[in-house]
């Protein structure tokens, strides 16, 4: 089935430390994005890459990091210049030639920073 | 820059009884609508959207929503409430600019009682 694969699910980390999180899509869509939800705030843009090796800054890019070297996949790093890395971290691909612009969404890793 | 306001951080609603979520929105240029439903420790999935024409817009899981230009809202709404669509709801609107990316309300909780 096509959809979009996050891994891992759940993540724990110590302060310090980077940590890659995977985003992997099999719907043949060009773009692709990295949000970050945190309870009551909805969620929040770090990331997005519209083609392969091509990415801009969201809202709240400081202390990610990503890399779009394959059309496939969207990688983001946490690193560890990111002052409060708990979080959920959602990421989603859209079909630009659609032209309608919806979201589809993983599963989503949450991120625990012990 | 494209906002989004969901009003209620909860709704309350019987089981049967009608239910509408609200959401209203600040864009230039045409709006690009968009409501997700998203259950917990999961991604988001989408319910609908609003692109142009009827202001009534028919989604998923007999959910629709009302696109008023008038007053910039886009209130999501279902005729008789069902236990298991007691989730977390968020409207988002399609950013028209160059990243094509959604900006997302802060989310409402449903909850509905049997």
């Known amino acids: 089935d096509g959809g979009i694969t996050q891994s891992p699910k759940y993540l724990f980390r110590k302060e310090g430390q980077n940590v890659t999180l995977s985003c992997e899509q099999n719907?043949?869509?060009?773009?692709m994005y990295w949000y970050r939800q945190d309870p009551g705030q909805g969620l929040r843009l770090i990331y997005y890459s519209q083609i392969v090796n091509d990415f801009q800054k969201g809202d709240i890019a400081e202390g990610y990091s990503v890399s779009r070297e394959k059309k496939e996949s969207f990688p983001l790093t946490v690193t560890s210049a990111q002052k409060n890395p708990t979080a959920f971290y959602l990421c989603?691909?859209?079909?630009?030639?659609?032209?309608?612009?919806?979201?589809?969404f993983g599963e989503g890793s949450r991120l625990t920073v012990l | 820059a494209q906002s989004v306001a969901q009003p209620e951080d909860q709704v309350n609603v019987a089981e049967g009884n009608p239910l509408t979520v609200k959401c209203t929105y600040s864009v230039s240029g045409n709006p690009y609508l968009f409501w997700y439903v998203q259950y917990p420790n999961r991604g988001l999935q989408f319910l609908l959207k609003?692109?142009?024409?009827?202001?009534l817009v028919k989604g998923s899981y007999g959910f629709e929503a009302e696109f008023n230009k008038s007053q910039t809202s886009f209130h999501l709404k279902k005729p008789s409430a069902l236990v298991s669509d007691s989730a977390l709801y968020f409207c988002?609107?399609?950013?028209?600019?160059?990243?094509?990316?959604?900006?997302f309300g802060s989310g409402t909780r449903l909850q509905v009682q049997p």
């Open positions: 609003y692109i142009t024409g009827d202001n």
């Open positions: 989603a691909s859209s079909n630009e030639n659609s032209g309608t612009g919806e979201l589809f």
């Open positions: 719907l043949n869509h060009d773009a």
């Open positions: 988002a609107v399609r950013d028209n600019g160059g990243r094509r990316a959604l900006t």
